[in-house]
C-alpha cells in the first residue's frame, strides 16, 4: 500500500455548506493540513490542525508558496508511511484553483504517494448563484496573477480569482484596461456566500484598485458584452467584420475584390507606412498599419472563402516559423549578438528547404529575392547574398575606387555620344557601385535617398513658400534666386 493524502474543500463559505462526508473526514482526521486557517469553515472544526500561513510569510511568490507547501505534504506522507492518512484542507473545491492539488496529484505517484481528491462547493458555485450569471451563456476563470490582456474575450463572462491584495487587484486592473474602457462596470466579491461577510460591490474599471478589504475570498467578476467599445479591439471582431464585408449581404466593392485587383493597393499601403517612418509619425503609422493589416485580412479571406487556408493558417505558420528560427531564444543554441541571431536564422531556413525536400546547395545564393522589389533594395540584397560568399571588397575604398571608376565611364559614355542603351547600362554600374559604398558604410540606400527626397521636398517648399510671401510665384523667378533660397534653406537647416 502507498502512504495516502486525501485532500478535501472547505467550500466557498462558512460550515453548512459543507458535504456530510468531507464534515466528518475532517473531524476524525489524526493528521489534517490546512492551507491557511483564515476560512470561516474551519471554525467548526474540533480536531487539531496544521496551516502553512507560515509559508506565505517566507516565500517571495505564489509558485515558490504553492510548491513548498506539496513538497511538505509529500514529505509527510513519506514520513508517515502507510498506517496513517493524511487530510488536506484546500479553500472551495480542491480542482478550482488550486495549484498545491495539481502538484501533488502530478509527484505523488512518482513519489509511491497515493493523492486522493474529495469534492466541495468551489467559489464558483456562489459566483453563479451571487452575481447572476449563467455559465452556458460562455464563461472563463481566470488567475489574477498571471492573468494578460491576450486571455480575455469580452463575450464570455469572466471571473477572476485570486486577488488577494490590492496591488494584485492593481495589475488585474491594468489587464483589463488593455480591452475595456476605464469606466466599464465589474464587481469586486469578498466572501461569497459567507453569512456576514459577504460583500458585492460595482465600480468602474479605474477604481478597482481603491477597493479595501481584498483578501483569500476575493474576486473580480467582469460580464459578458457585446458592446462594439470593447469588441473594436479584439482580432475576432477584425475577422468577423472582413467576413461581413465579403459575404452576400456586404459591401460590392469588396465582394468583387481578388487577389490581383488588390495587388497595386498592397504595395501602395505598403509605401504608405514607410512614409510615416521616415516622418516619424506614429499616430499616422498606427493608421497606416491598421490599412496593411486589412489587405492581410482581405487575402486570407479570399483563400477562407475557397477553403485553401484562413489569417489563423497564416498565424500559425508565421509562429511556427519564428520559433523554429530563433533556436537561440526558443532552443538550445545561442546568439551572442546580432550577427550570429542571423547566422542562426539563415541556417535554420536552409534546414525548412531540407525537410521540405529541397536541397539548398543546389540552389542559387541569389536566389530568394522578390521579383517586385525597387531595383536599388534589390541591388542591395543581391549584393549582401554575394558577399555572403566572399564576393565582397576587402573594405570600402574598393567600393570607392570603382565608384570613381564607374563615375568616369558614364560621363565618356555621354560625352562620347554612345547609345541610350549603353549610356543606361553605365548609370545603372554606377547606382550599383553607389549601393555597394552603402553597404559597407551600414547604411539602407533606399531609405538614404528616402531621406534625401524628403529633404529636397522641404527646401523646394520653402522656395515655394519664400517667394509666396513676396507675392511671387516660381515663374517670376530665375535659377539665381531659386539658389539663394535654396542656400537659405540650407542654412537654416530645413
Not at 166 to 174: Q, R
Not at 261 to 288: A, G
Amino acid at each position: 500500500m502507498s502512504a495516502v493524502i486525501t485532500i478535501v474543500g472547505l467550500g466557498s463559505g462558512d460550515t453548512d455548506q459543507l458535504t456530510v462526508g468531507i464534515y466528518n473526514k475532517l473531524q476524525a482526521a489524526k493528521r489534517l493540513y490546512v492551507r491557511t486557517k483564515d476560512h470561516p469553515a474551519l471554525s467548526a472544526v474540533t480536531a487539531e490542525f496544521v496551516t502553512f500561513d507560515d509559508v506565505y510569510e517566507s516565500r517571495d511568490s505564489f509558485p515558490e508558496v504553492y510548491a513548498e507547501i506539496a513538497e511538505r505534504l509529500l514529505q509527510a506522507a513519506s514520513d508517515a508511511g502507510v498506517s496513517e492518512e493524511i487530510v488536506y484542507a484546500v479553500p472551495g473545491h480542491p480542482m478550482v484553483a488550486e495549484r498545491t492539488v495539481q502538484i501533488l496529484r502530478e509527484k505523488g505517484k512518482a513519489l509511491g504517494v497515493d493523492v486522493q481528491v474529495l469534492g466541495g462547493e468551489s467559489f464558483l458555485d456562489a459566483a453563479f448563484t451571487r452575481l447572476g450569471f449563467d455559465p452556458i451563456e460562455g464563461f472563463q476563470l481566470l488567475d489574477a496573477s498571471g492573468l494578460n490582456a491576450h486571455l480575455l474575450q469580452p463575450r464570455l463572462h469572466t471571473v477572476i480569482g485570486q486577488v488577494y491584495d490590492t496591488f494584485t487587484a492593481s495589475d488585474v486592473k491594468l489587464s483589463l484596461m488593455e480591452l475595456y474602457p476605464d469606466d466599464y462596470e465589474v464587481t469586486v466579491a469578498h466572501a461569497l456566500g459567507v453569512q456576514g461577510q459577504e460583500q458585492i460591490r460595482q465600480v468602474p474599471l479605474h477604481e478597482l484598485d481603491h477597493v479595501q478589504d481584498y483578501g483569500n475570498l476575493s474576486l473580480i467578476y467582469v460580464p459578458r458584452t457585446d458592446d462594439e467599445a470593447v469588441r473594436y479591439r479584439t482580432f475576432e471582431r477584425l475577422h468577423e467584420i472582413v467576413e461581413i464585408l465579403r459575404s452576400p449581404g456586404g459591401c460590392p466593392w469588396d465582394r468583387e475584390q481578388t487577389h490581383q485587383s488588390l495587388r497595386q493597393n498592397f504595395i501602395e499601403e505598403t509605401y504608405e507606412v514607410l512614409e510615416t517612418i521616415d516622418e516619424d509619425d506614429p499616430d499616422h503609422m498606427q493608421e497606416e498599419l491598421g490599412d496593411v493589416l486589412l489587405q492581410i485580412m482581405l487575402h486570407a479571406q479570399i483563400e477562407e472563402e475557397t477553403g485553401t487556408f484562413n489569417v489563423y493558417d497564416v498565424i500559425e505558420g508565421l509562429n511556427r516559423k519564428l520559433i523554429f528560427r530563433h533556436p537561440h531564444v526558443f532552443g538550445d543554441r545561442e546568439a551572442g549578438d546580432a550577427q550570429a541571431a542571423l547566422q542562426n536564422w539563415d541556417a535554420m531556413k536552409a534546414e525548412e528547404k531540407r525537410l521540405k525536400g529541397q536541397n539548398p546547395d543546389e540552389a542559387s545564393v541569389l536566389d530568394g529575392i522578390p521579383r517586385d522589389l525597387p531595383a536599388l533594395l534589390t541591388a542591395y540584397k543581391l549584393q549582401k547574398k554575394a558577399a555572403k560568399v566572399g564576393f565582397d571588397w576587402n573594405d570600402v575604398e574598393g567600393a570607392l575606387g570603382k565608384l570613381d571608376e564607374e563615375l568616369g565611364e558614364l560621363k565618356e559614355a555621354i560625352r562620347d555620344g554612345q547609345t541610350a542603351e549603353e549610356q543606361l547600362l553605365e548609370l545603372g554600374d554606377l547606382l550599383f557601385c553607389t549601393v555597394n559604398v552603402a553597404r559597407f558604410m551600414g547604411a539602407d540606400p533606399e531609405q538614404a535617398l528616402a531621406l534625401v527626397n524628403l529633404k529636397f521636398k522641404r527646401r523646394f517648399g520653402y522656395i515655394e513658400q519664400s517667394l509666396r510671401s513676396r507675392g511671387l510665384t516660381l515663374k517670376d523667378a530665375d535659377l539665381k534666386e531659386m539658389d539663394r533660397l535654396w542656400d537659405e534653406a540650407k542654412a537654416q537647416n530645413k
